[in-house]
C-alpha cells in the first residue's frame, strides 16, 4: 500500500512500528474494521502534586461525554496515577516530552497549573482551543475569562478566604463545563489489589480496617496532629474491634514505628506508589490530614475522615462519604507552614470528636 493510504489519525496508530491490530490480526489500514479516529485531541497539562493529578481526572469524563470518541494526551510528574485505559498518551515531564508536544497539533488545550513552565507549555501549544492558565508579557496569564477567578484566588488570600467554589466546579468552569458529581479516577494494579485482600483476610480477621495515614509531607506540618493524640485514638480503636493500619510514605516512617511501638498497630513499612494505592483499596475507613492521601481515597471510594484546618474548607468535595474535622478555636495560618499560637490549633480536635466521627463512618459501610 502507500503511505497515502495509511491512517495516520487512527488512535492505534504507533508512528513509526506496527499498531496492535496489524500485530494480532494481520490487517493494513486500507481495509482494516479497527480504525478509530481518535478526535477531537485534547491535551491536559497538569504537573504538580500526585493529589492535585489524581482530583483533576473528573474531567475526563466530562470530555468523553460531550466528544465520546475524543483522544487525551496527558504531561505530567505523575504519569503512574493516570488511569491507563481511559487517556490514550502519558508523557512525564522532560525534554523529550517537551519536543514532542511542541511539535504536534491538538483541537483542545488545558492547563489547570499556574506554575510558570507549564503556562509557557501552554502559550506554546499548538491547539485550536485553549483553556486555563497560560504565558503573556512575562508573567502568567488566562486563556479565556473562566479562568480569572481561580486566577484572582491563587493571588490574594483575603479574596481566596471567601471562595465558595470547591476545587472542582473551579475547574469545571475553567473548561466552560459545569460539575455535575463526576469521580475521580486512578490506576489501581488489580493484581496487587487482589494479593493484598488475601493479606488482610488473614491479618483483619474481618475486622474493619481503618487506614490511618498519620503525616502530611513536610511542606505544611501546620496540619499534623498531635502524636499523643494518635496513640490514645489507636488504643481505643483497637479496643473497639477495628483493626488499625499505620500508613504513610518515608517522610512518615520513623512517626509510624514510634506508632507501632507504643500501640501494637500493624504497619507494613513503605511502598511504590502503585503498592500504596493498592493497599488502600483493602482498606474501609480512611482517616488523614489533607494529602495525597485523600485523594488516593477519594478515588477508591472510601469512607474519608478528614483533618482540616489551613486551606478552605469550601474547597473539597467529598462525594457524600467523608466527614471533615476541623479545630473548634479555627485557624491562625491560612495556608501557612508555621503556627504563631503557643497551642497549635490541630490540638483542638479531641480524640473523642475523631471516634465519634469514625463510628459514623462504620455506619456507612453497613448500609
Request: proline content about 3%; charged content about 25%; glycine content about 6%.
Amino acid at each position: 500500500m502507500k503511505k497515502e493510504e495509511v491512517k495516520y489519525d487512527c488512535r492505534h496508530f504507533e508512528g513509526h512500528i506496527p499498531c496492535k491490530p496489524n500485530k494480532l490480526h494481520d490487517v493494513q489500514c486500507d481495509d482494516c474494521s479497527f480504525y478509530d479516529k481518535g478526535t477531537p485531541r485534547i491535551l491536559f497539562i497538569k504537573l504538580g502534586a500526585i493529589g492535585d493529578v489524581i482530583r483533576t481526572t473528573p474531567l475526563l469524563t466530562k470530555y468523553k461525554e460531550k466528544y465520546p470518541n475524543c483522544h487525551f494526551t496527558w504531561i505530567t510528574h505523575s504519569p503512574q496515577v493516570l488511569p491507563k485505559d481511559k487517556v490514550d498518551v502519558v508523557y512525564k515531564w522532560d525534554a523529550t516530552s517537551l519536543y514532542t508536544i511542541a511539535n504536534e497539533h491538538f483541537d483542545i488545550a488545558i492547563n489547570l497549573d499556574k506554575d510558570k513552565e507549564a503556562c509557557m507549555l501552554l502559550s506554546n501549544v499548538c491547539a485550536a482551543e485553549k483553556y486555563g492558565f497560560t504565558w503573556k508579557d512575562n508573567h502568567i496569564d488566562i486563556a479565556t475569562e473562566k479562568a480569572e477567578h481561580k486566577l484572582i484566588t491563587g493571588l490574594f488570600d483575603h479574596i481566596s478566604k471567601k471562595n465558595t467554589l470547591n476545587y472542582l466546579e473551579e475547574i469545571f468552569e475553567i473548561c466552560h463545563f459545569e460539575f455535575n458529581k463526576e469521580e475521580y479516577m486512578i490506576n489501581l494494579n488489580e493484581r496487587s489489589s487482589y494479593k493484598w485482600k488475601k493479606k488482610f483476610e488473614k491479618l483483619a480477621n474481618g475486622k474493619t480496617i481503618i487506614g490511618l495515614n498519620t503525616g502530611c509531607g513536610l511542606r505544611w506540618k501546620t496540619r499534623l496532629w498531635p502524636k499523643e493524640y494518635w496513640v490514645e485514638l489507636i488504643r481505643n480503636l483497637e479496643s473497639q474491634g477495628y483493626f488499625c493500619l499505620l500508613m504513610g510514605g518515608p517522610d512518615e516512617d520513623e512517626m509510624n514505628r514510634y506508632y507501632q511501638q507504643e500501640t501494637g498497630a500493624t504497619y507494613l513499612g513503605t511502598f511504590s506508589l502503585e503498592e500504596f494505592i493498592a493497599i488502600t483499596n483493602n482498606t474501609d475507613i480512611i482517616v488523614t490530614p489533607v494529602s495525597m492521601m485523600m485523594h488516593i481515597a477519594l478515588a477508591l471510594k472510601k469512607q474519608l475522615m478528614l483533618f482540616h484546618n489551613i486551606f478552605n474548607v469550601h474547597e473539597f468535595e467529598l462525594y457524600g462519604r467523608g466527614i471533615i474535622i476541623e479545630p473548634t478555636s479555627g485557624c491562625d495560618c491560612y495556608f501557612g507552614n508555621s503556627c504563631s499560637r503557643e497551642k497549635r490549633c490541630m490540638n483542638d480536635i479531641s480524640v473523642q470528636d475523631v471516634l465519634s466521627n469514625i463510628a459514623a463512618l462504620n455506619k456507612n459501610l453497613k448500609k
